[in-house]
């Protein structure tokens, strides 16, 4: 065995099983974002290396870690392991990727841009809520979708299992997606 095939069966084994699905209640929590619904995968250009932009790039990057998720749970399901493969997106909340966004834009963009933002994002915290309710809850069920409770799932003190876009729920698009990963990181899972 090559040291690279090593790695790679190193890699499988702590992934798929021994240390995941030996703990209590285990999950894998893929974070998304309700923008994921209007993305497309191009899986001629998965890295975006033609024709960047930013916006359209982060929106398909949240559409792939919405199809990776389903797509794992389907795999854990198939092999008959304990591990539960959930989705989460926090909404719009306030966190340190906003004003990285309006970088590129003029001093008056961004200020306007930061005022109304702050009224319409929740908290850090409130954003949070999904994502450590996907990890903890003990109703869970793999597969599932969660984001805030509140209007259009964009903000909101509770969470309420969220809708997916079409493509993300996909299994045509997961198995896509699952053999294009493997073949970009080199590595086979499950």
């Known amino acids: 065995m090559t040291k690279k095939q090593a790695v790679q069966q190193a890699r499988r ?3 798929t099983g021994q240390r995941l699905a030996g703990a209590r209640a285990p999950r894998v929590v893929n974070i998304s974002s309700i ?11 998965l890295m975006s290396r033609s024709a960047y932009q930013a916006s359209r ?9 919405a199809v990776f998720g389903l797509e794992l749970d389907r795999r854990l399901r ?4 304990p ?6 997106h926090p909404g719009m909340s306030r966190s340190n990727l906003n004003p990285r966004a309006y970088q590129d834009r003029g001093r008056f963009e961004r200020l306007v841009a930061r005022t109304v933002l702050w009224f319409l994002q929740s908290s850090s915290e409130q ?14 069920s793999g597969g599932q979708f969660f984001g805030p409770s509140g209007f259009k799932e964009a ?7 969220a809708r997916l876009g079409a493509e993300a729920a996909d299994p045509g698009t997961g198995q896509r997606l699952w053999t294009a ?3 970009l990181t080199g590595v086979t899972y499950l």
């Not at 923008?35 to 250009?45: M, S």
């Not at 790039?57 to 870690?65: G, N, Q, V």
């Not at 198939?78 to 392991?81: I, K, L, N, T």
Request: hydrophobic residues 45%; charged residues 30%.
């Open 181 to 183: 990963a493997e073949e």
């Open 83 to 88: 591990v539960l493969s959930v989705v989460a």
């Open 13 to 15: 084994r702590s992934f």
């Open 155 to 161: 903000r909101g003190r509770g969470v309420k299992e």
């Open 35 to 45: 923008t994921h619904r209007n993305a497309r995968l191009d899986f001629d250009d």
């Open 78 to 81: 198939a092999a008959a392991s």
């Open 127 to 140: 954003g949070a809520l999904p994502q450590l309710h996907a990890a903890t809850a003990p109703e869970v």
């Open 57 to 65: 790039a982060y929106d398909r990057s949240k559409l792939a870690a």
